[in-house]
Protein backbone atom coordinates (compact mmCIF):
# COMPACT_ATOMS: atom_id res chain seq x y z
CA UNK A 1 0.00 0.00 0.00
CA UNK A 2 0.97 3.59 -0.65
CA UNK A 3 0.24 6.94 0.79
CA UNK A 4 0.47 9.58 -1.06
CA UNK A 5 0.32 13.79 -1.41
CA UNK A 6 -1.42 15.73 -3.53
CA UNK A 7 -0.40 19.70 -4.46
CA UNK A 8 -3.35 21.39 -6.07
CA UNK A 9 -2.12 24.23 -7.46
CA UNK A 10 -4.44 26.81 -5.83
CA UNK A 11 -5.85 26.75 -2.93
CA UNK A 12 -9.18 25.31 -2.37
CA UNK A 13 -12.08 26.30 0.46
CA UNK A 14 -13.21 29.57 2.13
CA UNK A 15 -10.89 32.26 0.83
CA UNK A 16 -12.03 34.67 3.82
CA UNK A 17 -10.67 31.93 6.04
CA UNK A 18 -7.35 31.11 5.67
CA UNK A 19 -7.25 28.19 7.99
CA UNK A 20 -10.22 26.36 6.08
CA UNK A 21 -8.06 26.14 2.70
CA UNK A 22 -6.39 23.18 1.50
CA UNK A 23 -3.69 22.88 -0.97
CA UNK A 24 -2.78 19.51 0.06
CA UNK A 25 -4.79 15.98 0.27
CA UNK A 26 -3.54 12.77 1.41
CA UNK A 27 -5.10 9.63 0.72
CA UNK A 28 -3.59 5.48 0.74
CA UNK A 29 -4.27 3.43 -2.25
CA UNK A 30 -3.25 0.12 -3.19
CA UNK A 31 -3.33 0.93 -6.94
CA UNK A 32 -1.79 4.55 -6.57
CA UNK A 33 -2.72 5.03 -10.93
CA UNK A 34 -6.25 3.28 -10.15
CA UNK A 35 -6.57 6.24 -7.52
CA UNK A 36 -5.75 8.54 -9.52
CA UNK A 37 -8.13 7.91 -11.99
CA UNK A 38 -10.91 8.01 -9.69
CA UNK A 39 -9.69 11.62 -8.38
CA UNK A 40 -9.90 12.69 -12.19
CA UNK A 41 -13.00 11.14 -12.64
CA UNK A 42 -14.93 12.73 -9.65
CA UNK A 43 -15.13 9.62 -8.02
CA UNK A 44 -12.12 9.90 -5.63
CA UNK A 45 -12.90 12.40 -2.92
CA UNK A 46 -15.19 15.51 -1.55
CA UNK A 47 -11.83 17.87 -1.83
CA UNK A 48 -10.18 16.47 -5.57
CA UNK A 49 -13.81 16.93 -6.91
CA UNK A 50 -14.25 20.12 -5.90
CA UNK A 51 -10.71 20.92 -7.50
CA UNK A 52 -11.99 19.39 -10.61
CA UNK A 53 -15.49 21.11 -10.91
CA UNK A 54 -13.62 24.43 -10.15
CA UNK A 55 -10.85 23.30 -13.13
CA UNK A 56 -8.09 23.65 -10.33
CA UNK A 57 -5.11 20.68 -11.28
CA UNK A 58 -3.35 18.90 -8.95
CA UNK A 59 -0.55 16.20 -9.01
CA UNK A 60 0.97 13.62 -6.85
CA UNK A 61 4.09 15.19 -5.30
CA UNK A 62 5.44 12.58 -2.77
CA UNK A 63 4.50 8.96 -1.70
CA UNK A 64 5.48 6.55 1.45
CA UNK A 65 5.13 2.90 1.48
CA UNK A 66 2.14 2.59 4.07
CA UNK A 67 -1.35 2.79 4.63
CA UNK A 68 -4.20 4.32 6.88
CA UNK A 69 -2.10 4.80 9.71
CA UNK A 70 0.50 6.78 8.43
CA UNK A 71 -1.79 8.58 6.13
CA UNK A 72 -3.48 9.66 9.82
CA UNK A 73 -0.10 10.72 10.99
CA UNK A 74 0.27 12.97 8.43
CA UNK A 75 -2.66 14.49 8.78
CA UNK A 76 -3.23 14.93 12.27
CA UNK A 77 -0.02 16.60 12.44
CA UNK A 78 -1.46 18.77 9.49
CA UNK A 79 2.68 18.01 7.89
CA UNK A 80 1.38 17.98 4.81
CA UNK A 81 3.12 21.62 4.03
CA UNK A 82 6.44 20.31 4.93
CA UNK A 83 6.18 16.92 3.34
CA UNK A 84 5.47 18.80 -0.03
CA UNK A 85 8.52 19.41 -2.17
CA UNK A 86 6.84 21.75 -3.64
CA UNK A 87 5.37 23.70 -0.18
CA UNK A 88 8.53 23.08 1.18
CA UNK A 89 11.83 23.21 -1.18
CA UNK A 90 14.24 23.27 1.07
CA UNK A 91 13.14 20.47 3.60
CA UNK A 92 16.14 18.86 5.82
CA UNK A 93 14.98 15.06 5.75
CA UNK A 94 14.58 15.35 1.49
CA UNK A 95 10.72 15.52 0.34
CA UNK A 96 10.19 11.82 -0.36
CA UNK A 97 12.19 10.40 3.21
CA UNK A 98 10.02 10.22 5.92
CA UNK A 99 10.67 7.60 8.92
CA UNK A 100 7.75 7.01 11.59
CA UNK A 101 9.08 5.05 14.62
CA UNK A 102 6.13 2.25 15.22
CA UNK A 103 5.11 3.46 18.63
CA UNK A 104 3.98 6.97 17.22
CA UNK A 105 2.28 5.23 14.62
CA UNK A 106 0.19 3.26 17.37
CA UNK A 107 -0.34 6.23 19.91
CA UNK A 108 -2.12 8.71 16.94
CA UNK A 109 -4.72 6.38 17.74
CA UNK A 110 -5.28 8.10 21.44
CA UNK A 111 -4.76 11.94 20.70
CA UNK A 112 -5.38 14.54 17.66
CA UNK A 113 -4.31 17.65 18.38
CA UNK A 114 -0.34 17.03 17.31
CA UNK A 115 2.38 18.51 16.24
CA UNK A 116 4.29 18.01 12.73
CA UNK A 117 7.86 17.39 14.24
CA UNK A 118 9.27 17.89 10.95
ZN1 LIG B 1 2.36 21.78 -1.58
Same mark, same amino acid.
Given at each position: ???? &? &?????? &?????? #???????? *? @???HD?? @???? !?? %?? @???????????? %??????????? #?? !??? /?? %?? *?? /? %??????? +? #? *? +????? #? /????? *?? /???? !???????? !???? +???
Open positions: MIVY &L &LHFETP &LGNPNN #PRAMASHY *I @GWALA @GRMR !DH %RS @GHGAALTRAANE %RGISYQVVATW #PG !DRA /LE %RW *IK /L %RKCAPRL +C #P *I +CAQAH #P /LGPFT *IH /LPVS !DLVQVQSY !DRVE +CPF
